[in-house]
């Protein structure tokens, strides 16, 4: 009986995630940020190579600001913490309907009920903290801001064409 539950429960764990990772790549095609993410990726590669040469010469190299992400948009955070909030309920009542549904193939699955509330608490948290960025904005705790800055709540920035030749006088004057 554990088998019969267990194996198809867990098959539709996987046809949901590989669903949420279609989604998410198909999202960020969508987006234009595509060429920034790469800049940046090429950014944090040629900052790590250099950064592991000074180490070894025995000196200590700050980090750029340009590694760290800024804020984006008060209604980018909203528009995020409405549009999850919606999939989260949404995951909840998806998997109470799966639970119910007497000819579907998770019928009176706890595994059905417990993915569908586990997903959708997890998407209302960070609704909640998306919508906690768009209200507070600014004038957020560090902590939140340590979120922004180190994940993908923030915007990447790129340096500028200043701070390349800011850069390269400062090497010229040392």
Same mark, same amino acid.
Not at 142 to 150: A, G, I, P, Q
């Given at each position: 009986?554990? =088998? !019969?539950?267990?194996?198809?429960?867990?098959?539709?764990?996987?046809?949901?995630?590989?669903?949420?990772?279609?989604?998410?790549?198909?999202?960020?095609?969508?987006?234009?940020?595509?060429?920034?993410?790469? #800049?940046? +990726?090429?950014?944090?590669?040629?900052?790590?190579?250099?950064? $592991?040469?000074?180490?070894?010469?025995? %000196?200590?190299?700050?980090?750029?600001?340009?590694?760290?992400?800024?804020?984006? $948009? &008060?209604?980018? %955070? =909203? =528009? =995020?913490?409405?549009?999850?909030?919606?999939?989260?309920?949404?995951?909840?009542?998806?998997?109470?309907?799966? /639970?119910?549904?007497?000819?579907?193939?998770? /019928?009176?699955?706890?595994? @059905?009920?417990?993915?569908? /509330?586990?997903?959708?608490?997890?998407?209302?948290?960070?609704?909640?903290?998306? @919508?906690?960025?768009? !209200? !507070? %904005? &600014?004038?957020?705790? #560090?902590?939140?801001? &340590?979120?922004?800055?180190?994940?993908?709540?923030?915007?990447?920035?790129?340096?500028?064409?200043?701070? +390349?030749?800011? @850069?390269?006088?400062?090497? @010229? #004057?040392?």
């Amino acid at each position: 009986m554990t =088998l !019969a539950v267990f194996f198809p429960s867990l098959m539709g764990v996987g046809i949901l995630i590989s669903g949420a990772l279609l989604l998410s790549d198909w999202v960020r095609r969508l987006l234009p940020q595509g060429s920034v993410r790469r #800049k940046h +990726h090429v950014v944090i590669g040629t900052y790590g190579a250099i950064a $592991e040469t000074v180490d070894a010469a025995g %000196y200590h190299l700050e980090e750029p600001w340009f590694l760290s992400r800024g804020l984006r $948009e &008060r209604r980018t %955070y =909203l =528009l =995020l913490a409405f549009g999850l909030a919606l999939a989260g309920v949404a995951s909840a009542w998806i998997g109470i309907e799966f /639970y119910r549904d007497p000819l579907g193939l998770f /019928y009176q699955s706890p595994w @059905a009920v417990g993915i569908g /509330y586990g997903v959708g608490a997890a998407l209302v948290l960070v609704a909640l903290l998306c @919508a906690f960025l768009g !209200a !507070a %904005y &600014r004038s957020s705790p #560090k902590l939140v801001m &340590r979120l922004v800055t180190d994940t993908s709540l923030g915007r990447i920035i790129l340096p500028t064409e200043e701070d +390349h030749e800011a @850069a390269l006088d400062n090497v @010229a #004057k040392e």
